[in-house]
């Protein structure tokens, strides 16, 4: 069973940067897709890009292409999410999970991801 833990996140300056990670555990990375969600204050979560188990990145939430990219480094055991010139719009919680009948990224939606750990919030703010 695939564990994720979240870190990385914290308070930046609008037009700053963060590079999250999301480390696995208990089985390995290479065979998961992996996606990063994020869910703001009153907002229902959604879907920011997902990674596949071949390192293909098929999906990014149209409000972050061109400021975030998704890798993953299966060797650490870990997917990584870089944002840059962060907007306040991009205030939220941000979790990783697998996806829990593929190891694509086919129906990008939480609810064809499990292990929804702690998240790590990002706050954008002056």
């Known amino acids: 069973q695939l564990q994720l833990v979240e870190s990385g996140g914290g308070l930046v300056q609008p037009g700053g940067s963060l590079r999250l990670s999301c480390a696995a555990s208990g089985s390995p990375l290479k065979n998961y897709a992996i996606g990063w969600f994020r869910q703001a204050p009153g907002k229902e979560r959604e879907g920011v890009s997902c990674v596949n188990g071949y390192g293909v990145v098929p999906n990014f939430l149209d409000s972050l292409k061109g400021r975030a990219t998704i890798s993953r480094d299966n060797a650490k055991a870990t997917v990584y999410l870089q944002i840059t010139n962060l907007k306040p719009e991009d205030t939220a919680v941000y979790y990783c999970?697998?996806?829990?009948?593929?190891?694509?990224?086919?129906?990008?939606?939480?609810?064809?991801?499990?292990?929804w750990g702690q998240g790590t919030q990002v706050t954008v703010s002056s």
């Open positions: 999970a697998y996806h829990k009948y593929s190891s694509y990224c086919s129906g990008f939606v939480p609810s064809n991801f499990g292990d």
